[in-house]
């Protein structure tokens, strides 16, 4: 199981950006699926998890409002749409099972917000 992140990079506060997680090894229909991200120094924490039973998705109040989590099955790929992003969201931003799984963790993929 493969997972691969894409998409970040560095963006004036405001601005957009779409991160793309697109997995291998497995059929993400079956599974719960989250975003997490870490700061330097920080542990990692999550950000966003998208239900597979229902595609019920829940966000860390910081975020509300802003990031949308959901999920491609047909490309067996998992997205973060993230807006009106903030300096506090500069972070490394990973893709994993909710609970996530540690053989999973791929090397993520960095954001930095400028203010």
């Known amino acids: 199981v493969q997972m691969v992140e894409s998409g970040g990079g560095m963006v004036q506060a405001g601005g957009s950006l779409r991160l793309s997680c697109s997995v291998s090894g497995l059929t993400i229909w079956y599974f719960t699926w989250a975003w997490y991200r870490q700061s330097p120094g920080k542990e990692r924490t999550l950000v966003a998890r998208?239900?597979?039973?229902?595609?019920?998705?829940f966000y860390i109040d910081s975020v509300k409002g802003r990031f949308t989590i959901t999920k491609d099955n047909a490309k067996n790929t998992i997205y973060l749409q993230m807006n009106s992003l903030k300096p506090e969201d500069t972070a490394t931003y990973f893709c994993?099972?909710?609970?996530?799984?540690?053989?999973?963790w791929g090397q993520g993929t960095q954001v930095t917000v400028s203010s």
């Open positions: 998208l239900r597979w039973m229902d595609n019920d998705a």
């Open positions: 994993n099972e909710d609970p996530p799984d540690d053989d999973y």
